[in-house]
C-alpha cells in the first residue's frame, strides 16, 4: 500500500506563493522589455497597460476582481486566499521590481521563451501549492481538480480569444513572437501539472 501524500505546511505554501509570483513577474519583464504580450489574464492587462499607459499591476489585480465569486464558490476559501495572496504578490512585485532591476533591449525570440520559460515554472508552482492567478486560471484549476481537463489545453483556448485582440491591436510580427513565448508556456503547463504525478497539497 503506498503511503499518503504529505501535505504542504503553511511555511511551504508562503516560499511557494513567493516563489511562483516572483517568477511569474520576472517573466512579465522580459514580456515588457521587447514589447510583448502573453495569454491569460496577464496578457490581457498587458495589453490594456500598453494602450493606456497605466501600470500593469494595478490593471491585472483590477481585470481579476470579477473571478473571485467562482473561486469562493467552487473552489473553496482555500483556493481562493491563496490565489489572491498570489495575484496581489504579482501586482506589487511588478511596480518595484522595476525600481531593482532594469532590462535593456531583449530580442524579440529571447524574451518570448524566456518569458514563457519563467512564466510556466511559477505556474507550476503555484498550482501544486493550491493557488493560480486569477482569471481564466481560477476556471483552469477547478476544471482540472473536478473534470480532469488539462489546465493548459483550457488556457490555450482563452490565450487564443487574447492573441486576436492583440493582433487587432499591435504589430503582426510582435504578435506572432508572443504567440512563441505563449506556446513555450502552455506546454510546460501541460505536460507537467498532472495530478498523477504530483499529488501533494
Known amino acids: ?9 503553511f511555511l511551504d505554501d508562503v516560499q511557494g506563493l513567493l516563489v511562483g509570483s516572483l517568477l511569474v513577474t520576472l517573466s512579465v519583464q522580459f514580456l515588457q522589455a521587447a514589447g510583448l504580450v502573453t495569454g491569460q489574464m496577464a496578457g490581457l492587462s498587458l495589453i490594456v ?8 499591476g494595478p490593471v491585472f489585480f483590477v481585470l ?10 467552487r473552489v473553496g476559501p482555500a483556493f481562493t486566499l491563496k490565489t489572491l495572496a498570489a495575484v496581489g504578490l504579482l501586482s506589487g512585485f511588478s511596480m518595484a521590481l522595476p525600481s531593482v532591476l532594469t532590462l535593456g533591449a531583449v530580442a524579440a525570440p529571447v524574451a518570448a521563451v524566456l518569458a514563457g520559460v519563467t512564466a510556466g515554472a511559477g505556474l507550476l508552482v503555484l498550482f501544486r ?6 482569471g481564466v486560471g481560477i476556471v483552469a484549476f477547478w476544471l482540472q481538480e473536478t473534470r480532469g481537463i488539462r489546465a493548459g489545453w483550457l488556457q ?4 487564443a480569444v487574447v492573441f486576436a485582440l492583440a493582433f487587432a491591436v499591435m504589430a503582426p510580427v510582435t504578435v506572432l513572437w508572443s504567440l512563441l513565448g ?3 508556456l502552455n506546454t510546460i503547463i501541460a505536460t507537467n501539472h498532472r495530478r ?3 499529488i501533494a497539497r
Not at 500500500?1 to 505546511?9: D, G, L, N, Q, Y
Not at 481579476?64 to 464558490?73: E, G, H, K, V
Not at 490555450?156 to 490565450?159: A, E, P, T, V
Request: aromatic fraction near 18%.
Open 64 to 73: 481579476n476582481l470579477p473571478f473571485w465569486w467562482l473561486a469562493l464558490a
Open 156 to 159: 490555450l483556448g482563452f490565450d
Open 196 to 198: 498523477d504525478r504530483y
Open 1 to 9: 500500500m503506498s503511503e499518503p501524500a504529505a501535505r504542504h505546511t
Open 49 to 56: 497597460a500598453y494602450a493606456t499607459g497605466w501600470g500593469f
Open 129 to 134: 501549492h493550491g493557488a493560480s492567478l486569477g
Open 182 to 184: 505563449a506556446a513555450v
